[in-house]
């Protein structure tokens, strides 16, 4: 067992008695421990944050604190081998895709560094004379972050990036499940330069460390992403003290394919929006929309490469790795299984063999379901796939926005009119045309149950700012 159970609070790693063991999702085995964090811890970090932010953290210029968000993204990029290695073992995410996840989470704190200089507020013309009124942008204060398990290193970056940029201080409840590398990060965060107290992490139980952040009345802004159920939860806690909050949820995020699409370029990617991490990506593409003239093709092209998926533990860089635990593989056998009596499995549907210790679960399509069917309908978070047809981009546009959620639409066609007119149409917070994810320069985030706030790009940047006006009075000078 390795692994020091703490908290980082105030730039200090503090042992914490309470602690949670750590399975590895590969093989089931514990091989660390994580503080239990609680009230207490939390209360310590909004207060090391509080006293940052007041002290050093919002005196500093853009610039400044540009400088140190690159030199955090340099150290993640000089350590990214022994980050994957840890981000392999914590999440069972085969290691080609760890290796991803700390480029892409360098990326995103350089696309804070880059543009947080550019961030201005305006002047606007008053309605009386003499009067000069300024909306100068400011940061919230401390800034409250609870992130999931399935993109730990991205979603740090993806909210405390841009948050730190502003001038906010941070702290970070990770999820029980996968706290290791948010931890690694807040160390390397100090010994790159920022003040102790600027980014403070706090592991613990949702129920326990996360509510008490989400319900800490010392707090001036609240980032959730997870599932739909906790976000709400959440969003009531910060409602009761009026702080703002930034949902981003889940989704159930379709794909449209049309007769004339590059099936070539379009195949592989959507195979890939639905088993990256196993599925467990809140915006995977799950379910798959064909034209009926190709949808034979399609679903037996899908098919093919889902039965040559190779699987297996994380360190071996497998095609597709486990689930993050148990209840997780439960649940996504039980949908499937509670799908299977209407609809065809096509291909998939089991625990592989072999692989029965670790969190596995086959790579899974089903078709012959109506849209409104549950597996059709709601988050399954696992390497599992709906495939249906469709007759016109009418029907298709009908059935894309025929749930309760709107984080992703992904579109296939050559036909520009036709794109750009679902584009309009798509209940979603991003349209992708021929192409399925974006870098840290597209705003991000969802519509209805997918939740509210955007991520990445310039948005994030004003998400973590609020406008102060100043308006001033200077007499004129005659003569
Ligand atoms: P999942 O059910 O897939 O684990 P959650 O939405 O519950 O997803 O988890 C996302 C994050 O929310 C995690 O960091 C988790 O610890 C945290 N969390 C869970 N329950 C609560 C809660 N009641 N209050 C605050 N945070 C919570």
Excluded at 168 to 191: F, G, Q
Excluded at 257 to 275: G, K, Q, T
Excluded at 388 to 397: K, S, V, W
Aim: hydrophobic share 45%; proline share 6%.
């Amino acid at each position: 067992m390795t692994g020091a159970a703490t908290v980082l609070i105030g730039g200090e790693r503090l042992p914490v008695e309470a602690t949670l063991p750590v399975h590895d999702p590969s093989t089931g085995e514990p091989f660390a421990t994580i503080a239990r964090g609680g009230p207490g811890e939390v209360d310590a970090a909004v207060q090391a944050a509080r006293a940052a932010f007041d002290r050093d953290w919002r005196h500093r210029t853009a610039r400044d604190r540009a400088r140190l968000l690159r030199a955090l993204a340099e150290r993640l990029r000089a350590d990214a081998e022994q980050l994957a290695a840890l981000e392999t073992r914590d999440t069972g995410k085969p290691l080609g895709q760890a290796r991803t996840d700390v480029e892409v989470a360098a990326q995103l704190l350089d696309f804070s560094a880059d543009t947080v200089q550019a961030l201005h507020g305006e002047v606007i013309p008053a309605t009386v004379p003499d009067v000069t009124v300024m909306a100068q942008r400011e940061p919230h204060g401390v800034t409250a972050h609870i992130t999931p398990w399935n993109y730990p290193l991205p979603m740090v970056a993806r909210t405390a990036g841009p948050a730190l940029a502003t001038g906010n201080c941070c702290v970070v409840k990770p999820a029980e499940d996968a706290s290791l590398t948010t931890l690694r990060l807040a160390e390397i965060a100090l010994e790159v330069g920022f003040p102790p107290g600027a980014l403070n992490v706090v592991p613990g139980l949702g129920g326990e460390a996360g509510a008490a952040l989400a319900a800490h009345p010392n707090i001036d802004h609240l980032s959730f992403t997870g599932s739909v159920r906790t976000g709400k939860l959440v969003a009531r806690a910060a409602a009761e003290n009026a702080v703002p909050v930034a949902l981003e949820l889940g989704g159930k995020s379709p794909n449209l394919v049309f007769a004339d699409a590059d099936l070539e370029r379009a195949v592989p990617a959507i195979v890939s929006s639905i088993l990256a991490h196993a599925g467990q990506t809140c915006s995977a593409g799950s379910r798959l929309l064909v034209e009926r003239a190709v949808y034979d093709r399609v679903v037996d092209e899908v098919r093919e490469r889902f039965a040559a998926v190779r699987i297996g533990p994380g360190a071996d860089d497998a095609d597709l790795g486990p689930l993050i635990n148990a209840r997780q593989r439960d649940s996504v056998a039980a949908a499937v299984a509670a799908a299977a009596g209407d609809a065809r499995v096509v291909t998939g549907g089991r625990v592989p063999a072999g692989l029965e210790r670790g969190y596995f679960y086959e790579p899974t399509l089903l078709d012959r379901v109506t849209p409104d069917a549950p597996i059709a309908q709601e988050e399954v978070f696992g390497p599992v796939l709906v495939a249906l047809p469709f007759d016109d981009a009418r029907e298709a546009i009908a059935v894309a926005n025929g749930t309760a959620y709107g984080l992703v639409t992904g579109v296939w066609t050559r036909d520009l009119d036709r794109a750009l007119w679902l584009a309009r149409e798509a209940q979603s917070g991003t349209v992708y045309v021929n192409l399925f994810g974006g870098g840290p320069e597209m705003p991000f985030g969802g519509v209805r149950q997918s939740g509210h706030g955007r991520e990445k790009g310039f948005e994030a940047l004003r998400a973590f700012t609020r406008v102060k006006t100043v308006a001033v009075r200077a007499a004129g000078q005659e003569g």
